[in-house]
């Protein structure tokens, strides 16, 4: 997909499906290399990051199978702990793998791993967990190199609630000997799965989705069958869209405790946003929505930074003026310079001392005009402005959204817009 062509300024109407999460898959993928048994899973989406995260587990030897959304695990013959492939740079989540790598050979060697365009998004909680663990590692020819002759539990304190550190960290001790405590540790959702599908397994992990998670390191683990979470990052994004463009649209899969202050800030701004008891919720906007005096990205159950450019595309329509601070990431605001070709009013202020704040004053309508992405999440802000534009959008560099969307443009289309693919 090169680009996406859209003629915004119509509302939408009709139902949306979430799929399966990206972020959750991820972590579970790498969970699957902590048994010689098949775990098959299902709800799988369609997306690139899958697609190269497979690609890289399949230079270890690891077989994987579709059909459909399932997706079956076989790491019966894996026989490399070299996680040096190519696609190592395109995901940031290739650096899921040490832990369990590690815990599967007591030793592995990985290139650094790359990732979104957000920030310089060092790995060094990861290694310094793993060093805590017994781990000894060093940094030779752009890769890390790590071996220990016996993975202990231990007490980790995270210096801050990194996601991938909390999720290769239970990864690791999930077969290291004796207890693993983590302090300061993650609490998202993709967390509680990647919990959930270790214990199916036969682990003995708890606490995840709180600050604090006990693992009881297991000498080995059988397959399973697990269907993932619905994707809260997608939900939220269908969510928002509904809010740019007006309309009535039905999110199906949404599970609304993923996204609670989400839909408190959607309802805040002045949109319907009825949560229904099959795990759905309709958002419906009739009149022009208001502006949020100051939002902040936060660890979850804080305003989650990968819903942070879409809110951002939603409230340059919205009455009034809006501050966003991004608390995650250091240049998370690129999504900000096409919304202004678009006609946004937005100012970007961002160093490390005083922070990273984009001020948005509402403005009666946005032109479509051709504008360019940069990344997953900056794509998927700019569909939304140009589904609300008057006018042809045309967004350039559209491949990144295929890395967490399976067909944003079907989605769309399903709902009534103009939107195509080029
Ligand atoms: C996960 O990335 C998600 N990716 C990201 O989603 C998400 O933005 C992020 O969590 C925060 O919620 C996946 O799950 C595959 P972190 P991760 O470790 O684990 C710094 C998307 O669009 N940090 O919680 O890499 C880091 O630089 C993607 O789906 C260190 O300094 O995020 C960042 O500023 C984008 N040292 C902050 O912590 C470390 O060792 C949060 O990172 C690790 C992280």
């Known amino acids: 997909m090169n680009a996406i062509n859209i003629n915004g300024g119509t509302p939408l109407y009709g139902e949306m499906i979430v799929g ?3 972020n959750a898959i991820l972590p579970i993928l790498a969970a699957c290399i902590l048994t010689d048994e098949k775990v098959t899973v299902t709800n799988v989406p369609k ?16 077989k994987a199978t579709s059909s459909g959304h399932s997706l079956t695990i076989d790491c019966s013959n894996i026989c490399n702990y070299r996680i040096s492939n190519q696609h190592v740079g395109k995901i940031r989540s290739s650096v899921i793998l040490l832990g369990a790598v590690i815990a599967r050979f007591s030793c592995a060697i990985m290139a650094h791993p790359g990732g979104c365009d957000i920030g310089a998004r060092p790995i060094d909680m990861h290694l310094d967990a793993f060093r805590q663990m017994g781990v000894e590692i060093r940094y030779e020819n752009d890769c890390w190199l790590c071996n220990t002759n016996k993975l202990k539990g231990t007490s980790i304190a995270l210096p801050f609630p990194s996601v ?17 405590i983590i302090t300061n540790a993650a609490r998202e959702p993709e967390i509680v799965a990647l919990q959930d599908i270790i214990n199916l397994m036969g682990g003995d992990v708890k606490g995840a989705g709180t600050s604090t998670i006990r693992i009881i390191g297991k000498k080995r683990y059988h397959g399973c069958e697990y269907t993932l979470i619905p994707d809260r990052i997608v939900a939220g994004t269908y969510m928002l ?11 199906k899969n949404a599970v609304p405790s993923h ?3 989400l839909i408190d800030h959607i309802k805040r701004m002045g949109a319907d946003c ?13 009149k022009r929505l208001c502006a949020i005096d100051y939002v902040n990205t936060l660890p979850f159950p804080g305003f989650p930074t990968d819903l942070q450019p879409q809110l951002m595309s939603v409230l340059c329509l919205a009455n009034g003026r809006s501050v966003i601070r991004e608390s995650i990431y250091e240049s ?8 202004c070709s678009l006609g946004a009013d937005i100012k970007v202020t961002s160093n490390d001392t005083d922070g990273h704040y984009a001020v948005i004053n509402g403005v009666n309508d946005l032109k479509g005009a051709e504008i360019f992405g940069t990344d997953l999440r900056c ?15 045309r967004i350039n560099n559209a491949h990144f959204i295929s890395r967490g969307y399976e067909d944003i443009v079907g989605a769309f289309l399903n709902v009534g817009a103009d939107i195509s693919e080029c």
């Open 47 to 62: 997306i690139t990051d899958v697609d190269d995260m497979l690609y890289i587990m399949r230079d270890l030897g690891v």
């Open 20 to 22: 399966g999460s990206k």
């Open 164 to 180: 991938g550190a909390t999720e290769n960290i239970i990864l690791a001790a999930a077969m290291a000997n004796g207890e693993t």
């Open 259 to 261: 996204n609670a202050l």
């Open 379 to 393: 794509n998927a802000a700019l569909v939304i402005a140009g589904l609300a534009a008057h006018g042809n959008t």
């Open 332 to 339: 998370r605001f690129k999504a900000a310079q096409s919304l």
């Open 274 to 286: 009825n949560v229904l008891s099959d795990n759905s919720v309709r958002v419906h906007k009739s």
């Open 241 to 251: 869209a509904a809010c740019a463009t007006g309309g009535d649209v039905l999110i």
